[in-house]
């Protein structure tokens, strides 16, 4: 019966299929939109999966710090906006200044030319002018980039704003970033243990400060754990740098006097403007005739000319040798470059074009002119015809028709008297140090700051410490260490509550414990009335 039961069972026929079954899942309604951070968490989780396939091969130190740090990160609002802002106050401009200032010139590195010795020039200067090199520590505040002429008004309001709102607006901004920085490594801090009350009142509520300075300078002689020192002596020099920060950004900027070049004529101390001189070429002498480097208008083009007129007799003409062979210049050319017994037995200059038989012609494209080879190129000078290779000639600076090299023209900057007006600008040395150090300064304060989000409960937590936080915090960590209530700290004397609080050499400090952050502590703490008077007893007995 069993069996033929069973099989009775299994060969039922199945239902018919429902009508209805389609409706039981509600076709017209919408998919719900998958929110943008969840596809991001799925990208993200993705990346780091595959991840573990690549630090399988890499050293121990990837393999058991760097990846699993990796895979516990979480992309969050928070983390973006702190690379952000890592990069654009630090990353970003240390690039830039490092590719401007060398770093894209072959056979330089970065910030090379940051650090050269500086020179001093003027606008319309040519050459380097006298006494303007300047190297070492005073180069630091040489304003070497300029810009502008401007009135004084104008500058100062420059160099004003400047101060104002470039040097105490990112002094604002770095002691924003110190505080969060600060806080959240304090917290850090006091997880593994208690950190002295006088250095979380400073650094919780003033932040960045004079007070908060001394207290992490004493700290540094109480702590034990060389991680904590490691710590505090950090947040000692950025508590410096940050307070230092408005007076570098107001060093490395400043307005100077609008300078024009002056030349020493003959070195007479007779000093002339030196757009008073003009590029040009003089002559020593012409001929037989001692000319005493006199200047000449239009020598510049008829030496151009000349240059355009040999070059092209080379070209198209036959020159002769001493012993009557006449060749194409072209080929005189380069048998003298190449043979040995040309170079020995004639100079450069030995073939000649002017010989007597010589009848060749050539077509001159710059005058449009048929020339003949065998001419020479002269010139009227004073109503007599000079040949140009007879001339004597330099090109250098003329001034009042006297010709001068420019290896003895003596520059000085100096300010224009007839038209003051002033430049502001930077000295790129000090601006090269303030990069470097907000760089460094930087990449420390990301990494102290990343190293109590991945390892602080708290701050994993969510807890984030503000001025109300810390002032609550305070107050309990003084009730803890007096015994008083809040109306007895605050009519308590002031001296006597910072010798209890602070410490003396004979009495210890107060000290914030992590018993503060977790609830229920503090009622646990204070549950017995007595054992509450009894710490007040004990702490005024002491400070009599």
């Avoid at 079954?21 to 951070?37: F, I, M, N, V, Y």
């Avoid at 100077?256 to 008073?276: F, G, K, L």
């Avoid at 198209?316 to 001493?322: N, V």
């Amino acid at each position: 019966m069993t069996a033929t039961k069973d099989y009775d069972l299994v060969h039922e026929p199945l239902p018919a299929y429902s009508s209805t079954w389609g409706s039981d899942t509600d076709l017209e309604s919408e998919p719900k939109k998958a929110q943008p951070r969840v596809g991001w968490v799925l990208v993200w989780d993705s990346v780091k999966s595959r991840s573990v396939l690549v630090a399988q091969n890499t050293v121990p130190f990837l393999q058991k710090t760097v990846w699993p740090a990796i895979r516990r990160f979480r992309f969050t609002k928070k983390q973006v906006y702190a690379f952000l802002l890592l990069a654009l106050l630090a990353l970003l401009p240390f690039i830039l200044v490092a590719l401007a200032s060398g770093g894209l010139s072959y056979g330089s590195g970065p910030f090379t030319s940051l650090f050269d010795a500086k020179t001093i020039t003027c606008g319309d200067a040519f050459g380097t002018p006298q006494n303007s090199t300047v190297g070492g520590v005073e180069a630091l505040f040489v304003l070497d980039f300029t810009f502008g002429k401007l009135p004084f008004s104008q500058v100062k309001i420059i160099d004003v704003v400047w101060d104002v709102v470039m040097g105490r607006g990112a002094q604002l901004l770095a002691w924003w970033v110190s505080y969060i920085v600060f806080c959240d490594a304090l917290l850090r801090v006091i997880e593994r243990h208690p950190a002295t009350y006088e250095t979380f009142t400073h650094i919780t509520i003033q932040g960045a400060g004079f007070s908060s300075l001394l207290a992490l300078f004493k700290d540094l002689f109480r702590t034990k754990s060389k991680r904590t020192w490691t710590l505090f002596f950090f947040m000692f020099l950025s508590t410096i740098y940050v307070l230092s920060l408005q007076t570098i950004l107001s060093a490395m900027t400043g307005y100077v006097n609008t300078t024009i070049a002056w030349v020493d004529v003959d070195q007479s101390n007779q000093i002339v403007p030196a757009s008073s001189f003009t590029y040009g070429s003089f002559f020593y002498s012409l001929g037989n005739m001692t000319m005493n480097k006199t200047c000449v208008d239009g020598l510049d083009g008829l030496i151009t000319d000349s240059y355009q007129f040999d070059s092209d007799r080379r070209d198209y003409c036959d020159c002769k040798l001493p012993n009557g062979t006449v060749m194409p210049y072209q080929q005189w050319s380069s048998r003298y470059s190449y043979n040995d017994a040309y170079r020995s037995n004639y100079t450069y200059t030995s073939c000649v074009f002017n010989f007597t038989e010589n009848t060749q012609t050539y077509y001159n494209s710059v005058t449009n002119k048929t020339e003949q080879c065998k001419r020479d190129y002269t010139f009227n000078y004073h109503g007599k015809d000079y040949n140009i290779w007879q001339a004597n000639y330099s090109s250098g600076y003329c001034y009042d028709d006297h010709g001068y090299e420019y290896s003895t023209l003596k520059l000085r900057c100096l300010p224009d008297t007839a038209n003051q007006t002033y430049q502001w600008g930077f000295s790129t040395m000090l601006s090269g140090i303030f990069i470097i150090l907000q760089f460094s300064w930087s990449i420390v304060m990301y990494i102290v700051w990343q190293d109590a989000q991945f390892n602080s409960k708290l701050v994993k937590s969510g807890y984030r410490m503000n001025l109300l936080r810390a002032a609550f915090a305070a107050s309990v960590a003084a009730k803890w260490k007096t015994g008083m209530g809040g109306c007895e700290l605050v009519r308590t004397d002031k001296k006597s509550l910072e010798r209890s609080l602070y410490g003396t050499k004979k009495k210890k400090y107060a000290e914030v414990e992590y018993d503060v952050f977790v609830s229920g502590k503090e009622a646990r703490l204070d549950s017995s009335d007595e054992e509450g008077e009894l710490r007040r007893r004990n702490s005024r007995n002491q400070d009599d």
